[in-house]
């Protein structure tokens, strides 16, 4: 099996966000993570590729994303004090996203910092 | 390095100094820090009210004003006990004066992964960190009233979207049961206990591994991500882009009013 190498890798679990990881993976999981510590180590070997959740939960059954984000996009119009929480396990990207959301739906914005 | 805490932990086998603080004394022992600085009087008994010694102290001071740059790090055995927020208001306050004398900063130490760049694209985009309400149309800032905590435990939210994060884990119970009471949705690359109460769950590529983007440090660095596998799933920004479309389809919930920030860059 062919194996890709990737220098420099960035590390999320926790927020040193190690910067020098070097990560041997192929199509589905991470083998190795060499200069990564415990926690890192178990961060990026175990994530995998693999589907091993439904794309999206509808009262607990399962949908597709596109129905998914139509049902959130309801009870969030519909809502008169939404709350957009967390962001701390995501990207800056996503971040911006978050707060473009509060912004439009007039809701709470918070993260972890708060805890 | 100076380690200051209420017991002995696996940190003391790398500190130089360690300085066993009393269980919420935190506040008076870094009053009495900024008194010393400033040559202001202190009296013995108050030193031992926290559980340290007047040498101690002394020592602690003068290795401060000694150093070049200095960094006081904290983390929420200092905001989340007695005082909370004033403790951490305190030694702030405590390195900010201490650069009357040589270089310091105050860092919080960051548990979760990206948790600084949420501080910094909220700080950017809104002026404010966290704790915020745009139920005005602007940007408002109160921790204690906007808080996540707060506001579930009392109950103030009728609908919760959570990205990155599981309150379900680790918020009280009170919080919790309120996060199932209401409409919750939830994007994360597991189904996790949030989920498991939440009406709505949306499986995302995690952040790193399958998805690119940016990650702030501790120290706010802003680093590139490099994922090394392709996911099955959306990345965490390309679903809240389409929540973030659909709504936009939606009459104003204010009339006809622009959106306040105009520039989401």
Wanted: some cysteine; proline content about 6%; overall charge negative.
């Amino acid at each position: 099996m062919e194996m890709k190498v990737i220098d420099h890798a960035t590390c999320t679990f926790c927020g040193c966000v190690c910067d020098d990881i070097q990560l041997h993976a192929d199509e589905t999981r991470i083998h190795q993570a060499k200069k990564a510590c415990v926690l890192g180590k178990a961060w990026f070997l175990n994530h995998t590729a693999e589907r091993k959740y439904p794309d999206a939960l509808i009262d607990g059954k399962e949908a597709t994303v596109d129905e998914a984000i139509e049902a959130a996009s309801e009870y969030l119009y519909q809502a008169d004090m939404p709350l957009v929480y967390g962001m701390s396990n995501t990207t800056c990207e996503a971040q911006r996203q978050c707060v473009a959301l509060a912004d439009n739906l007039g809701a709470l914005l918070d993260s972890h910092t708060s805890l | 390095m100076v380690l200051v805490d209420i017991r002995e932990t696996k940190s003391v086998k790398a500190a130089d100094i360690f300085l066993q603080v009393r269980p919420g004394k935190d506040f008076e022992l870094i009053t009495i820090l900024r008194a010393m600085i400033k040559d202001q009087p202190i009296s013995e008994t108050q030193i031992a009210e926290t559980g340290l010694t007047m040498e101690q102290l002394q020592d602690f001071v003068s290795r401060m004003k000694a150093a070049r740059f200095g960094v006081m790090f904290f983390g929420m055995g200092l905001s989340m006990t007695r005082g909370k927020h004033m403790n951490s208001a305190a030694l702030l306050t405590l390195a900010a004066e201490m650069n009357a004398f040589t270089k310091f900063v105050a860092m919080p130490m960051r548990g979760h992964g990206n948790v600084t760049g949420a501080d910094v694209i909220m700080r950017s985009q809104t002026g404010y960190p966290f704790g915020i309400s745009f139920n005005r149309g602007y940007p408002r800032y109160n921790p204690g009233e906007f808080s996540t905590v707060d506001v579930l435990v009392r109950g103030d939210t009728d609908c919760a979207f959570i990205i990155g994060a599981d309150p379900g884990a680790t918020m009280p119970q009170p919080a919790i049961d309120h996060l199932a009471r209401i409409p919750t949705i939830v994007l994360d690359p597991h189904v996790t206990h949030t989920s498991r109460l939440s009406r709505v769950h949306i499986t995302t590529a995690p952040a790193g591994i399958s998805a690119p983007g940016t990650a702030y440090r501790m120290d706010e660095i802003p680093l590139p991500l490099h994922p090394a596998l392709e996911s099955p799933y959306p990345s965490d920004e390309e679903v809240v882009r389409r929540i973030n479309e659909t709504l936009m389809k939606k009459p104003d919930w204010m009339g006809e009013r622009p959106q306040i920030l105009q520039t989401q860059i």
